[in-house]
């Protein structure tokens, strides 16, 4: 029988203090940590983020959005003929690993 290999998000204790944001979107932040661990961003898109967490896209967006005016995280948008129209990043270097 083969052991399934565990991933862990990480999610820093500044972020789940934060009372602005809200609960699920901070497990998003621990998830964007993930992505953007080995570029520093990541082009994850909100349909891609919604299959994981068994929500509607839009409810990402609103997630992306609280996390973007808690300045957690920084969202540039890019051409549109690209396969995903944005990069998100982390806004505070030190997160990162």
């Not at 998000?9 to 934060?18: A, D, G, L, W, Y």
């Not at 919604?50 to 959005?65: M, S």
């Amino acid at each position: 029988m083969k052991t399934k290999k565990s991933e862990f998000v990480v999610i820093p204790m500044e972020i789940v203090t934060n009372n602005k944001v809200p609960g699920n979107a901070k497990i998003l932040y621990g998830e964007i940590f993930y992505e953007c661990e080995k570029k520093g961003w990541c082009t994850t898109g909100s349909s891609d983020f919604a299959k994981k967490f068994k929500v509607r896209h839009t409810t990402i967006d609103g997630w992306i959005k609280k996390l973007e005016q808690a300045e957690l995280i920084g969202v540039q948008k890019r051409d549109l003929s690209t396969q995903s129209n944005r990069i998100i990043y982390l806004k505070d270097p030190s997160m990162a690993v």
